[in-house]
T-cell receptor, first 114, second 109 residues
Framework: GAVVSQHPSRVICKSGTSVKIECRSL??????MFWYRQFPKQSLMLMAT?????????EQGVEKDKFLINHASLTLSTLTVTSAHPEDSSFYIC??????????FGPGTRLTVL | QKEVEQNSGPLSVPEGAIASLNCTYS??????FFWYRQYSGKSPELIMS????GDKEDGRFTAQLNKASQYVSLLIRDSQPSDSATYLC?????????FGAGTRLTVKP
């Protein structure tokens, strides 16, 4: 299957700082990528759809000014958590769709905000 | 709201038994269905996809789809302790993939 990478895999930051997470499709192009958040023992929650060349589409309740998404190229989408707070601590996962509608997930980024 | 529903479990089966995981979906327009496995602290990995009514077998895994009943299932034969994970059901329609909350499976040695 297709490979999606994320960087960093783990980040610890102080409250109030911004954190950028990168999502790359390594062997295929992705005009659309998806960003999810997962709290411990909870389900995968779709945050936003990242669209190459246009604005991201955010799910209801997700603040677009706090979670900045940039889909700079056909292989890269970035999620920036601005002014992070402890409640933003979570597992952030990106995915990119394959040719048969399946989603290929990145390995995830564990964010801890102190 | 287009929902995908799963029993959260936990579902516990002995090693070597058949584990049966069930999922229902509300969007009748859903075209494709997927089962993902997620180990604790890891991201989901695709294990099965199914697009038409009936059964689809891949090794120890069998996915079943019944569009009339809006029902998808996953059977795991000869369950192994390494199968212990959370299994996510997903339904796709028009670039919109919806995930269930997942069923936690424990296979006891």
């Amino acid at each position: 299957g297709a490979v999606v990478s994320q960087h960093p895999s783990r980040v610890i930051c102080k409250s109030g700082t911004s954190v950028k997470i990168e999502c790359r499709s390594l062997d295929f192009q992705a005009t659309t990528m998806f960003w999810y958040r997962q709290f411990p023992k909870q389900s995968l929650m779709l945050m936003a759809t990242s669209n190459e060349g246009s604005k991201a589409t955010y799910e209801q309740g997700v603040e677009k000014d706090k979670f900045l998404i940039n889909h700079a190229s056909l292989t890269l989408s970035t999620l920036t958590v601005t002014s992070a707070h402890p409640e933003d601590s979570s597992f952030y996962i990106c995915s990119a769709p394959g040719g048969a509608h399946e989603q290929f997930f990145g390995p995830g980024t564990r964010l801890t905000v102190l | 709201q287009k929902e995908v529903e799963q029993n959260s479990g936990p579902l516990s089966v002995p090693e070597g038994a058949i584990a049966s995981l069930n999922c229902t979906y509300s969007d009748r327009g859903s075209q494709s269905f997927f089962w993902y496995r997620q180990y604790s602290g890891k991201s989901p990995e695709l294990i099965m996809s199914i697009y038409s009514n009936g059964d689809k077998e891949d090794g120890r895994f069998t996915a079943q789809l019944n569009k009339a009943s809006q029902y998808v299932s996953l059977l795991i034969r000869d369950s192994q302790p390494s199968d212990s994970a959370t299994y996510l059901c997903a339904a796709f329609n028009n670039n919109d993939m919806r995930f269930g909350a997942g069923t936690r499976l424990t296979v006891k040695p």
